[in-house]
């Protein structure tokens, strides 16, 4: 079958699966359903009840909650050969805690619920690629949670060299993923126009460069060095309180 055939080379292509044994890769596209997502759209919301586990093939998304556009917090972002909505299969009622919406045209494979479960129990690779993943996703939440209290430029400079890292949102130096300085706002919670501030001193400095919404870093070096001052200096977008006074950090 064409489908079939060009879904497990899609899979396979993917870092994070050449670990996993030929076996399990094909029983995961022998159960999957393949789902196109187009840019802005919601493969699930809130609260809804979960269904299946998905995979995204390519593109990526946004895992976010809130109920009004003002309210909205991005809690990580999903690219491709990651899963997300594993974790809550092993509820007795399943539902979805976070809403995902397509941050391009995307691509996922939607697996159901007891087929994924069987996979987990039946390929031993396939279980330790989830492990990891759910392992680096809670990191993710743990260490935001740390930064939270740090200043905005601090978190932003965090945010983008941590993305690096993440193969499946990045390719070298450059963030693979579109990012909207609305995103950006809403993932370090904080205002569009302070991240706007940032990213054009940074710019301005050659730290960073963006084309149609993906950013390349271009000294990695220099956010470095404002995430680990101990004492940072001013920085252009961090607003506190002195004396009585506003200052801009």
């Known amino acids: 079958m064409r489908e079939s055939f060009d879904v497990v080379k899609k899979i396979k292509s993917l870092e994070s699966f050449y670990s996993v044994s030929d076996a399990a890769i094909q029983v995961l596209a022998s159960r999957c359903r393949y789902v196109d997502v187009a840019k802005g759209c919601f493969l699930f919301h809130s609260n809804q009840g979960a269904e299946n586990v998905y995979f995204v093939l390519y593109g990526s998304f946004k895992l976010q909650d809130g109920e009004s556009l003002k309210d909205i917090v991005i809690y990580d972002f999903a690219g491709r050969g990651e899963f997300f909505g594993m974790i809550h299969s092993i509820l007795r009622v399943p539902t979805y805690p976070f809403s995902a919406v397509a941050n391009e045209d995307s691509a996922v494979l939607a697996v159901p619920l007891s087929d994924f479960n069987e996979l987990l129990t039946n390929h031993s690779d396939f279980c330790d690629l989830l492990q990891n993943q759910i392992a680096q996703r809670f990191n993710e939440i743990v260490h935001d949670r740390k930064m939270s209290r740090l200043m905005v430029s601090q978190k932003l400079a965090d945010f983008l060299l941590r993305t690096l890292k993440r193969p499946s949102l990045s390719c070298g130096a ?29 710019t301005r400095d050659g730290w960073i460069t963006t084309c149609h919404k993906h950013i390349e870093v271009l000294d990695q070096a220099a956010l470095e060095k404002i995430i680990s001052e101990v004492v940072p200096k001013l920085a252009l977008g961090d607003v506190v309180l002195a004396r009585g006074q506003n200052r801009i950090r």
């Open 174 to 202: 450059r963030i693979a993923i579109p990012l909207t300085r609305v995103d950006l706002a809403r993932k370090i919670v904080t205002q569009e126009e302070t991240v706007i501030r940032l990213l054009t001193a940074w």
